[in-house]
């Protein structure tokens, strides 16, 4: 596991990170909105469409980016047990997405 793919992947992490972020702001606007009584406030129809579209986004990082790029790291040809380890970590530790 080369120094390079391991901040290819940590790269990958903090944007999944960001879209997390941005995505937990619209799912708690969109917990705000009473949908008993419908959807007929554009306001309310703008937030939810906003909601869907960055889950869509975050769920695209998530398989186009982030797995591929833990594909690349870990079908790659293997290093010393130090570097294995030293990008496991940094890996692990840039995964934050306990939002939900």
Avoid: W
């Avoid at 594909?71 to 306990?98: K, P, Q």
């Amino acid at each position: 596991m080369t120094p390079k793919r391991c901040r290819c992947l940590a790269k990958d992490l903090a944007e999944l990170e960001k879209a997390a972020d941005i995505l937990h702001y619209s799912f708690d606007k969109c917990r705000q909105i009473d949908v008993t009584a419908g959807l007929d406030n554009n306001d309310a129809l703008e937030s939810f469409e906003a909601l869907s579209s960055r889950f869509a986004r975050l769920s695209d990082m998530l398989i186009q980016k982030v797995f591929r790029t833990m594909d690349m790291v870990e079908l790659e040809d293997a290093g010393t047990v130090r570097v294995n380890m030293d990008c496991r970590a940094l890996a692990v530790s840039e995964i934050h997405l306990t939002h939900f």
